[in-house]
């Protein structure tokens, strides 16, 4: 499978529940795709007036296809996470997120042609970010990569990413 075939197969899953964009720009990086996702889940009594709780959740994709991925590649994608996706994207500019925010996930899919090295992977594997608002009160934000590894049919993650990981490794990369 090529990373164009892998990636319109994700995209194509993925556009079920999301709202997709190809060709997103984040500051002076262009991405192959952005998917956007968000639900809000109440729990009331009798009439929705009396309303017990509400919480909103939310995530962000961010698709990357290339020959090959560099270390490079990936610390351009955490350090964007910290300066420009969680102020722009989860916060809206505020310094907090919307009242009743639970949870919002930051996940970035990259896909390589070529096999990645060590250093790759010794990244993936060490990478988290996690960001409480007033004490989790406000929810959290949490960082998750995927990287899948076409020539060596591999699919890594970061910690966070386990049961995305999970799902992503019955995807047939031959």
Request: net charge positive; proline share 2%; aromatic share 14%.
């Amino acid at each position: 499978m090529t990373g164009e075939e892998l990636l319109n197969k994700l995209l194509q899953s993925y556009r079920r529940s999301f709202d997709v964009t190809e060709d997103f720009k984040v500051g002076d990086v262009s991405y192959d795709a952005y998917a956007k996702f968000n639900v809000t889940g109440t729990k009331y009594v009798l009439i929705k007036k009396a309303e017990l709780w509400r919480a909103h959740c939310f995530e962000h994709t961010f698709f990357l296809k290339s020959d090959s991925l560099s270390v490079d590649t990936l610390n351009t994608f955490a350090k964007q996470v910290t300066e420009i996706i969680e102020p722009v994207f989860v916060r809206e500019g505020a310094r907090y997120p919307v009242p009743d925010h639970m949870y919002t996930y930051v996940t970035g899919i990259f896909i390589s042609e070529s096999a990645v090295t060590d250093e790759v992977r010794k990244f993936i594997r060490k990478y988290h970010y996690l960001k409480n608002y007033l004490l989790s009160v406000r929810g959290y934000c949490e960082s998750r990569i995927v990287l899948f590894d076409l020539e060596s049919g591999k699919v890594y993650g970061n910690p966070a990413a386990r049961l995305l990981i999970k799902g992503y490794k019955k995807i047939d990369l031959a």
